[in-house]
């Protein structure tokens, strides 16, 4: 459908819009009594109503049954993790055995990294995209160290090409074939948290395969937000955060998938009690015996009030339906491209460089707009009438409508405001 720019447009969408009860299913910010317009999906997803009450539960087991809970609970904490994977692989193309609910972001990149990054005199290189967040940085720098190479050497960075701020296809497989002999792993976003760019994650495993290196993605800015196909990309593993586009609340509770061709090696892992075999786990005996699948990978007692948090917005993406999701991503993110092109089209020199690419396959929720003049103040003016998005410096504005809680109506207030914004430097006033 061709989309229109006036507000009873945008409000016609909203009314067509097959998700449109889900809204009130999340606690939007307020000021003053007034109803922010939160486009911060991409940072901290908001909170389900129905979170307190999922929480409540697990606080009421506790009360009532002590460590009785793990068992005896209406819902025993002992299976509280199988209610969250059934969702969570359906949104990151996966079966349910290949995905498991632990620790934080950091600390699973690192556990991947013992069993995935497995260097070699000849095979040592991690292949990575250049300004990966830093965490992941991080992480490359100090497992190489620990395997005794030198960082400036092992990890290679893929970079835009000069005068480009995306990464292209093709120079990532070129880079990936160079060092075909020497890559142990290939690591990438599947969407880089600074651009918003999605890259060709199906490209880049076959490459990776190719070259006989390990592949994996930090999915922190993909999971929720993109349909993703980890099982049949042949990806080796991936890790993610939950508090983005999944709302499982700050610092959250991370995930993992692990592919099942990988279940059969003997991968080195670090271990901990809570990825023993489950039906003798509280026998306490000597000797790991992983439990199959991910979830041999955990390692501690998990924080149930968190799983509890996560559950509560699972649930509601479970009910809305993750194609359904999918759908109204695509129509409100394009919506939101539109309305953005308008104005950036009607101000002549142009005041947004798009950094994020605007090819639907290319994309999520995320747009990232480099300001190229008057940026802080513009963004500050949004701030000012209640638009919540974020600032980068030096000078990006990135915002990210999401499909369960965002509107069309938003995106078009937002529009407004930004158009009125950018207006005031004199030039179309
Ligand atoms: C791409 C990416 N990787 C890693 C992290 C770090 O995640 P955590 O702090 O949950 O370990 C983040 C956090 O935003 C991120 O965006």
């Known amino acids: 459908m061709p989309f229109q720019t006036d507000l009873d447009f945008a409000r016609s969408l909203d009314q067509q819009d097959a998700l449109k009860g889900f809204r009130d299913q999340f606690i939007i ?224 509770i991370g995930g993992v998938f692990i592919h099942e061709k990988n279940f059969a090696e003997e991968l080195p892992r670090f271990a901990g009690w809570w990825g023993y075999d489950k039906a003798t786990r509280f026998k306490m005996e000597k000797g790991f015996v992983p439990m199959s699948g991910a979830e041999g990978w955990q390692l501690s007692t998990p924080p149930f009030l968190m799983y509890a948090t996560l559950r509560s917005s699972l649930d509601l993406i479970e009910a809305a339906g993750w194609e359904k999701i999918q759908a109204k991503r695509k129509q409100l993110n394009n919506y939101l491209w539109f309305m953005l092109n308008r104005i950036n089209n009607a101000v002549e020199p142009a005041v947004i460089q798009f950094i994020t690419p605007e090819a639907e396959r290319e994309h999520g929720c995320q747009v990232s707009m480099l300001m190229k003049t008057r940026g802080r103040e513009i963004y500050d003016q949004l701030i000012k009438q209640g638009f919540m998005v974020d600032w980068r410096e030096p000078d990006v504005i990135r915002l990210a409508p999401v499909a369960l809680y965002n509107t069309f109506e938003e995106v078009w207030r937002f529009a407004d405001a930004l158009d009125r914004a950018i207006s005031f430097d004199g030039r179309i006033a």
């Open 29 to 252: 910010p307020e000021k003053d009594g007034k109803q922010l317009v939160y486009f911060l999906g991409n940072s901290l997803g908001l909170q389900p109503k129905a979170a307190k009450e999922y929480m409540q539960k697990v606080l009421d087991d506790w009360a009532s049954l002590g460590v009785e809970s793990f068992f005896h609970a209406e819902e025993p904490w002992m299976d509280y993790h199988d209610k969250l994977t059934g969702t969570l692989s359906k949104v990151v193309g996966a079966k349910p055995s290949e995905v498991v609910v632990m620790n934080q972001l950091t600390v699973n990149l690192h556990l991947m990294l013992v069993s995935f990054y497995r260097p070699t005199q000849k095979r040592f290189r991690i292949i990575c995209e250049a300004k990966a967040f830093p965490s992941d940085q991080y992480a490359f720098e100090t497992h190489v160290k620990h395997h005794g190479f030198d960082a400036q050497d092992a990890v290679v960075e893929v970079a835009p090409r000069e005068g480009e701020f995306t990464l292209r296809t093709e120079d990532i497989i070129a880079t990936i074939e160079k060092y075909a002999d020497e890559t142990a792993l290939v690591l990438f976003g599947g969407i880089n948290y600074y651009t918003g760019q999605v890259f060709d994650m199906k490209a880049i495993a076959a490459a990776a395969k190719k070259a006989g290196a390990k592949v994996g993605f930090d999915l922190a800015h993909a999971a929720g937000n993109i349909e993703l196909q980890l099982h049949d990309w042949n990806v080796d593993f991936a890790c993610w955060c939950c508090y983005k586009y999944l709302n499982g609340g700050p610092g959250a």
